[in-house]
């Protein structure tokens, strides 16, 4: 895989830029991910925006070439990327809504296999 490297578009030296910093890019952190999609499914990413660009972006992913492919496409240097694992998440308890989606007359099935 070719490194990620990302466009500067600001760089304000009172945040105190470091090559120590925590990176996104280091390949424990990516392993992680390509593990966690592998055994448990999707992943939320966050994209907060260095200096606060603009609002923080989500983005759910099952693939981590598409994950990688969104980060050299999206990410600018200095953006913070979290990851969560959503697997924990997905339970019956804890549902905001659920449904299912009615035939042109309304009607829904009362069973199903799904």
Excluded at 49 to 73: I, K, N, Q, S, T
Aim: negative net charge.
């Amino acid at each position: 895989m070719t490194p990620l490297t990302f466009k500067t578009l600001c760089r304000a030296e009172a945040d105190g830029w470091s090559l120590q910093g925590e990176k996104i890019t280091a390949p424990d952190k990516l392993e992680a991910i390509r593990m966690a999609l592998e055994k448990s499914g999707p992943v939320l990413l966050e994209h907060r925006f260095y200096r606060g660009g603009r609002a923080p972006h989500h983005v759910l992913f099952d693939d981590f070439d598409d994950l990688v492919e969104y980060l050299g496409a999206n990410a600018k240097a200095g953006d913070a990327i979290h990851v969560w694992n959503i697997w924990p998440l997905m339970r019956d308890n804890n549902r905001v809504a659920w449904g299912k989606c009615p035939a042109e007359d309304g009607a829904v099935p009362e069973g199903g296999a799904y």
